[in-house]
């Protein structure tokens, strides 16, 4: 059969659609460039806390939103096992078919609620690290055009890329992260909260087992530092690559241990200090172990990130504070309105600027 081909086209600019001017690379460069400019002209240095300020000004109405979302989602993921205890005695004992249906309508419009926040908030969080990611490159663009010739001495081309591609996304992804610090104090209250009213004084114990715990998988934490000394020292590879390798089995396995420990620990408590156990009380013990997984596992993780998102900002804050061509040197004419191409009065020339 012939083959059919349809109308060809190259396309253009105009042919992709522009993002609104609030999620505009230029509207998040221009924010930070205001704020870095007005902080500088208070301090001539710019410094790490000044940067995130200005980070924070790009993106503080996605903060906020995404912050009540996790909060909304952590609230509603901790219904589930906050009812189940009230659900089997429900199926134990009179079933009243208007007690049932608010029982079974919570659980659902939670789990719902649960998921759409998370989601939600998730979409979020990267668009307000693709809005810092992009004002970070642009920043950093603009700052290498700007720089005076004794400050591209000490920086090359190369460093000036590292930073827009390696440190800028590190920043832009740690978005992802940025509530987890405080949301895993929120979780673990809960999580007590729960386990204190199905079972007593005997949460304390699964307390101490979840810090144990985190404890183990806080090794997890020198899994990139193992990684970077890798790359740093080649004579000694074998040996760092075995460090990595047993850690990331190591938190691993903790990972997938840790609820059954915390288990066995309150359980095993509860019967030594004679506090009766039901199904109820396990299962809604068990669901509340199995929500305090994932924070008890990302918290080293996200110490790890906040370790390398401050190595990172530390390395554009000193570059951004470094000395510019003075603007008024130079006057930039519109083309075609002199035969000159580049013209210097009054040029004085050295190699040290400590003897101009």
């Known amino acids: 059969m012939p083959s059919i081909s349809g109308y060809k086209k190259r396309l253009d600019l105009e042919d ?59 609230l509603a993921a901790y219904v589930g096992p906050f009812l189940i205890n009230t659900f089997v005695k429900y199926l134990n004992g009179r079933r009243d078919l208007n007690a049932g249906f608010l029982l079974v309508s919570a659980f659902c419009v939670a789990k719902i609620v649960a998921f759409l926040a998370h989601r939600h908030c998730e979409f979020k969080l990267r668009q307000a690290g693709i809005k810092v990611r992009a004002a970070l490159v642009a920043m950093i663009h603009h700052k290498g055009l700007t720089l005076s010739s004794q400050s591209k001495q000490g920086h090359s081309n190369g460093e000036i890329i590292n930073f827009m591609v390696v440190d800028a996304e590190r920043i832009g992804d740690f978005s992802k992260f940025m ?129 390398q998102t401050k190595v990172s900002l530390d390395r554009i804050a000193s570059f951004l504070s470094l000395a510019e061509l003075d603007s008024g040197l130079v006057e930039i004419v519109p083309r075609g309105s002199s035969d000159t191409s580049v013209e210097i009065a009054d040029g004085n020339f050295s190699w040290d600027v400590t003897s101009l």
């Open 179 to 307: 509530h987890n610090t405080w949301l895993v104090i929120v979780q673990v209250g809960l999580a007590l909260a729960i386990l204190y009213k199905n079972i007593g004084i005997s949460s304390l114990a699964s307390f101490v087992a979840t810090i144990l715990n985190m404890r183990i998988l806080k090794l997890y934490g020198w899994e990139m530092k193992f990684l970077s000394r890798i790359d740093d020292i080649r004579s000694k590879e074998a040996h760092w690559l075995y460090k990595f390798i047993f850690t990331m089995a190591l938190s691993n396995s903790a990972f997938w241990v840790a609820p059954t420990v915390v288990a066995i620990t309150t359980f095993g408590t509860s019967m030594l200090v004679g506090i009766p156990l039901d199904s109820g009380k396990v299962l809604s013990a068990v669901a509340t172990f199995k929500n305090l997984q994932d924070s008890v596992y990302s918290l080293p993780n996200t110490i790890s990130k906040i370790a």
């Open 16 to 74: 992709v659609p522009q993002l609104d001017s609030l999620n505009s690379a230029q509207r998040s460069f221009s924010v930070l460039r205001n704020k870095l400019e007005l902080d500088k002209s208070k301090s001539s240095q710019i410094s790490t806390v000044s940067l995130v300020k200005a980070l924070i000004s790009t993106t503080w109405k996605d903060i906020i939103v995404t912050g009540l979302l996790c909060l909304v989602s952590t």
